[in-house]
């Protein structure tokens, strides 16, 4: 019965071939913020303290920031038509899965050993390069073509 749940939820999943989040990723999420008749792009960066509904149609993280000493938390359904990108900034090394004692720390002492991102890409790269590989290299080839002229 669980795989059947999994595999409906796969299905449903909004994003298909997202980025894994984990406790302790830095990030940069691009929300899409819509006031009277104008829309924009608004920045939110922090820290990710919580990932839930791993396996469900519509995984959430919780994203905190420090803002004038004051923490700001917010929860952010990943698959969310209004998030149009989520950045990872940095990966540090945690042992929790959930790092809500970071909201009783200060900002200095909630410092971790963070690992370089351009390792962190290197380790993902595969994963794109076999996503490539599926589609028709006629595709790729034509996608190239554009972007150069």
């Known amino acids: 019965m669980e795989k059947k749940i999994i595999e409906f939820n796969a299905s449903q999943r909004a994003v298909k071939n997202e980025q894994e989040f984990h ?26 303290i ?6 469900s149609s519509s995984p959430t993280i919780t994203v905190r920031k420090v803002t ?7 929860i952010i359904p990943v698959g969310s038509k209004n998030v149009e990108k989520i950045e990872l900034v940095k990966r540090a090394k945690v ?4 790092l809500y004692y970071v909201r009783t720390l200060t900002t ?15 380790k993902n790269k ?9 589609v028709a290299p006629e595709k790729i080839e ?8």
Do not use: C, W
């Not at 004038?68 to 917010?74: A, L, N, Q, Y």
């Open 23 to 48: 406790s302790g990723d830095v990030v940069k999420v691009f929300l899409r913020i819509k006031e009277g008749a104008k829309e924009r792009t608004q920045l939110f960066e922090g820290l990710i």
């Open 50 to 55: 919580a990932v839930k509904g791993g396996q």
């Open 68 to 74: 004038h000493d004051v923490g700001v938390e917010m």
């Open 95 to 98: 042992r929790r899965a959930k």
């Open 108 to 122: 200095k002492q909630s410092r971790m050993k963070y690992k370089d991102v351009k390792d962190v890409n290197k």
């Open 126 to 134: 595969p994963k794109v390069e076999a996503v490539k590989a599926e």
């Open 142 to 149: 034509e996608k190239v073509d554009e972007t150069k002229a």
